[in-house]
């Protein structure tokens, strides 16, 4: 269609002027973002952080771009940009919302909410209490029943390494061995 190419020929003239004046975009750390706005096209569903956090980015080149062309010199100069951007709706509110809630790295900040925070200030207190009560545990039990006094996890659960011919020693749930078989990791019942 003529026409239509035409149109999007213009609009690119207006693009390369406008950046050969110092007009810019800003568009460098921006992804695709069809595949977040097709999974938000069903019901019910949500995105993850990273897929929040992309789209919010996008929203704020968006924000930026309408920004700058709201200059009415600018605007009769770059109709066909200016027609385009000013289509693009009022989002600051939601950028506000969504600004440092998610951490650059995708993860939800612990400020995003005070219920949040009080739940993992909560997890971080839990977490302590069961590293202090397996570390006393083995300074409690025989020292030849502990491979080494160091607390890890396994299987998502805390445990401590036993030697193998010492397990009796330490009544709790096994989550597997060392390589050499001479360790067992123990979940101990005094912290399930």
């Not at 969504?98 to 612990?110: A, C, Q």
């Not at 009560?133 to 160091?150: F, G, K, V, Y």
């Amino acid at each position: 269609n003529r026409d239509h190419i035409n149109r999007e020929l213009d609009i690119t003239s207006e693009c390369v002027d406008y950046r050969a004046t110092g007009g810019g975009f800003g568009v460098t750390d921006i992804s695709d973002p069809e595949q977040a706005l097709s999974e938000l096209q069903v019901e019910g569903t949500s995105l993850d952080p990273s897929e929040i956090l992309a789209l919010s980015r996008l929203v704020a080149v968006g924000m930026d771009a309408r920004g700058q062309l709201t200059d009415p010199e600018l605007r009769a100069r770059y109709p066909r940009l200016s027609s385009i951007t000013s289509a693009i709706p009022d989002l600051r509110r939601l950028l506000a919302g969504i600004r440092g809630k998610i951490l650059p790295n995708g993860e939800i900040d612990d400020n995003a909410s005070p219920e949040l925070r009080r739940i993992r200030r909560e997890i971080t207190e839990r977490r302590a209490r069961i590293y202090r009560n397996l570390e006393s545990l083995m300074r409690d039990r025989s020292a030849s029943a502990i491979q080494e006094e160091i607390v890890t996890i396994r299987n998502g659960r805390f445990v401590i390494p036993v030697r193998t011919d010492s397990r009796a020693q330490v009544p709790g749930v096994m989550h597997g061995l060392s390589s050499s078989g001479q360790t067992t990791y123990v979940e101990p019942l005094g912290i399930m």
